[in-house]
Nanobody
């Protein structure tokens, strides 16, 4: 049974930084691409970032490019999202997801999801 557990969310001020973590278990972590998505109140879930199995390739939404960095530690079965220069519009529940062998920006390509962690950025 695959489990994804996010942590690291919280309430911060605009301009601050946060690092989200997602610990995975249940299958060979290094065999699967990972992604981060977010969902703000009354909005649809949107893609944030994705990373390939060996971390050679990363992809970002235009809205976070240059501010967020996705990384992974396959030895620790963990994927991270470093978020810098946070803005109020980054406020959302952030979800990590485990996909197939290649990273994509499409939520439907991801098979397993965490429960989410709240990030709130005050102005």
């Amino acid at each position: 049974q695959v489990q994804l557990v996010e942590s690291g969310g919280g309430l911060v001020q605009a301009g601050d930084s946060l690092r989200l973590s997602c610990a995975a278990s249940g299958r060979t972590f290094s065999s699967f691409a990972m992604g981060w998505f977010r969902q703000a109140p009354e909005k649809e879930r949107e893609f944030v970032a994705a990373i390939s199995r060996g971390a050679a390739f990363t992809y970002y939404a235009d809205s976070v490019k240059g501010r967020f960095t996705i990384s992974r530690d396959n030895a620790k079965n963990t994927v991270y999202l470093q978020m810098n220069s946070l803005k109020p519009e980054d406020t959302a529940v952030y979800y990590c997801a485990q996909g197939g062998t290649a990273p994509t920006m499409t939520s439907g390509d991801y098979d397993y999801w965490g429960q989410g962690t709240q990030v709130t950025v005050s102005s």
